[in-house]
């Protein structure tokens, strides 16, 4: 079993708010495909990054988290890049994690 998280921005890259429907429409999206979603969204999360060695750069984010029985990669990589289109990002950050069921 794999869980997925996938690290959502709140704002562009313009620091413009991203619409509320554009999550809903991932949220969504992912409840079809994988019939569940965990989304840490009642606080942001802050990302921190380091971008140029002299300061770190901010984002508010949201999480999303999927659980799958088998990791089609391909998949992840094409959705992943329809995300970074549709969040106006350079990257989103998606990560898959191999997990055992108790």
Known sequence: ???IHLFLPLYDNDQQ???KSLFSEVRDGLIHKFG???AHSRAPVDGLWQEDGSHAVRDDL???EVMTP???R???TEYRESLET???QEHILI???QVELL
């Open 36 to 38: 569940g979603l965990t």
């Open 95 to 97: 990560r898959a994690q």
């Open 1 to 3: 079993m794999y869980l």
């Open 70 to 72: 088998e990791l089609d």
């Open 86 to 88: 549709r969040f106006r």
């Open 74 to 76: 391909a998949w992840w």
């Open 17 to 19: 708010p991203l619409p």
């Open 62 to 64: 949201v999480i999303y």
